[in-house]
């Protein structure tokens, strides 16, 4: 299994541009997470899915959308990039309840976004 | 709504020595509480997790945290550190059942040699 894979690593993006940063899971988890890790301030969570077509906003969602059409992919939209938005910014995915696996959320290699 | 609070923002420790990294938490409901891993440029592990049972909860590699409930703590210690433990280790909380992760701002471990 590859776990989560995101894409891309690095991307600068300049004032006002727009992108997608891409996340999928190969460990048929139902939930999928969207983080951003400034320094010092530890993860917040933008968005997170409980299933294909279910998304709900975190503690950060603003300037950021996503959609879950299939169990594997989330996708996280980044809509008219702002400089408050460069960051380090993983996905993650976990199992549901009920599971001897459940709660652990297993986090994707990160994605580098600077925005100028 | 919940909070983390991690008062160590660095950690400098001798190889061999013990170690004790502090988290304590904030929540008007209970909760379920995890201790993540974090080397460089790379994603957070899991290194343990507390949902219900026993309060001592272990890891495969010698780390241990107990959960406090009075105290609201969940504190993470090794009786003696190898220099491959230097990371970023953040504590989490989360409502029980619930899927709102919060983390704490992260304590970085170093091991001297």
């Known amino acids: 299994n590859a776990g989560v894979t995101q894409t891309p690593k690095f991307r600068i993006l300049k004032i006002g541009q727009s992108m997608t940063l891409q996340c999928t899971q190969d460990m048929n988890h139902n939930y999928m997470y969207w983080y951003r890790q400034d320094p010092g301030m530890g993860l917040k969570l933008i968005y997170y899915s409980v299933g294909a077509g279910i998304t709900d906003k975190g503690e950060v969602p603003n300037g950021y959308n996503v959609s879950r059409s299939t169990t594997e992919d989330f996708p996280l939209r980044l809509e008219l990039a702002a400089p408050s938005q460069t960051s380090v910014y993983f996905c993650?995915?976990?199992?549901?309840?009920?599971?001897?696996?459940?709660?652990?959320?297993?986090f994707g290699p990160g994605t580098r976004l600077t925005v100028t | 709504a919940q909070s983390v609070t991690q008062l160590d923002s660095q950690v400098p420790v001798f190889e061999e020595a013990p170690v004790e990294l502090r988290c304590n938490y904030s929540s008007s409901v209970s909760v379920y509480l995890f201790w993540y891993v974090q080397y460089p440029n790379q994603g957070l592990q899991l290194l343990l997790k507390y949902l219900s049972g026993s309060t001592l909860v272990e890891s495969i590699n010698g780390f241990e945290a107990e959960f406090n409930k009075s105290q609201t703590s969940f504190h993470l210690r090794k009786p003696s550190v190898h220099i491959s433990d230097t990371a970023e280790y953040f504590c989490a909380v989360s409502e029980s059942g619930g899927q709102n992760f919060v983390f704490g701002p992260g304590t970085r471990l170093s091991v001297l040699p």
């Open positions: 993650a995915s976990s199992s549901p309840p009920g599971q001897q696996t459940s709660y652990e959320q297993y």
